[in-house]
């Protein structure tokens, strides 16, 4: 299962578009509310997530996102239960998808000591420990990272290569129309 994380004030380009991408790639995915089931992302638009923060079970995770905006990735900062799957992630090798200002929470927790990733400008300095890329999205082992909403059907196309295969990806790609 992968479980992509919604806290209030999330990026709503980042979090759906990903989710849309992933399942049309046929992977397992929910979207996990934190605090509650009904979130409200950053432009006002109200996402029912499929569960709530309280019924996650680790042993479930073949990977999680985290999608950015603000106050969103603060709030997905604060939850013990995003920070305890980010860690189950690392100690079993599993994805890790983060984009925008999200990135910046796998900073803050060390993860990406040595590591090219990238986020939404002005947040570089809260990657400690990695080597910033200007690129759109990037992927270090098991962590694939992005730059912010306009990428985001870039960055779901890189998890879906990483998850499945390329050629998934590029199907979804070109069955979207997407250049």
Do not use: W
């Amino acid at each position: 299962m992968i479980y992509v994380f919604l806290a209030h004030g999330f990026e709503e380009i980042e979090a759906l578009a990903t989710v849309d991408i992933l399942r049309r790639a046929e992977l397992d995915v929910k979207t996990v509310g934190i605090g509650s089931s009904s979130i409200n992302g950053a432009h006002g638009i109200t996402v029912v997530a499929d569960m709530q923060d309280k019924d996650v079970i680790t042993a479930n995770i073949s990977g999680i996102v985290l999608p950015g905006g603000m106050p969103g990735t603060l709030n997905l900062e604060k939850s013990p239960i995003v920070k305890a799957c980010i860690n189950y992630c690392v100690d079993n090798d599993l994805y890790i998808g983060a984009i925008c200002a999200a990135p910046s929470i796998l900073g803050h927790m060390n993860i990406l000591q040595g590591k090219n990733a990238v986020c939404f400008p002005g947040f570089e300095e809260q990657l400690a420990g990695a080597n910033v890329l200007n690129m759109s999205t990037v992927t270090d082992n098991k962590i694939v990272t992005g730059k912010g909403a306009g990428v985001a059907v870039e960055f779901a196309l890189e998890l879906v290569k990483n998850l499945r295969n390329n050629d998934i990806a590029m199907k979804i790609k070109e069955s979207i129309q997407c250049p």
